[in-house]
């Protein structure tokens, strides 16, 4: 594929997915939470043997206590697929470090702006901490996709040379 098609593609991609991040950080402290209750509860439902037969509140007190793990891990997820994107968008063949950092400091940026957005919503707060769980994010979405690419660029020698 032409290397100004595929930038154009993740690029829209990235800006598409900001929008997204940009969305749920809009949302008002109160309604976010219950959001993280309902993905909490369906966590619980899928990993936790029995928990339909739990009573309504113990449900929720459950889904409660992995609220904090399971958005944070959502945090770092939503920012290690922006990195992913964004490092699409400024790769134009083999990845290079270069490319990896401008991807993460690209996430860490707009994470650093999202939380000050935060900061004007109702029920919202910005944190440095979660800028640094989302550029960990960013990181590790990073590393994951220059194993990926490593591991194939072996494989395409290993079978050239056959």
């Given at each position: ?87 699409g968008a400024v790769t134009p063949g083999f990845i290079r470090w270069k490319n990896g950092l401008t991807a993460i400091c690209t996430a860490v940026i707009y994470a650093a702006t999202d939380e000050i ?46």
């Open positions: 594929m032409n290397y100004n098609i595929r930038k154009m593609i993740f690029l829209i991609i990235a800006l598409i997915w900001a929008i997204v991040i940009f969305a749920f950080s809009a949302k008002p402290g109160d309604e976010s939470e219950n959001q993280s209750i309902k993905v909490g509860m369906t966590v619980c439902n899928i990993f936790v043997p029995g928990f339909d037969n739990l009573q309504e509140y113990e449900q929720v007190d459950m889904a409660k206590k992995i609220d904090y793990p399971v958005r944070k891990t959502a945090h770092a997820t939503e920012y290690a697929i922006l990195a992913g994107c964004v490092l957005h935060q900061l004007f919503v109702s029920g919202r707060s910005g944190r440095i901490t979660d800028v640094l769980i989302d550029g960990c994010g960013a990181v590790a979405g990073t590393l994951i996709i220059l194993l990926i690419s490593r591991i194939i660029v072996m494989c395409r020698k290993k079978k050239t040379n056959l």
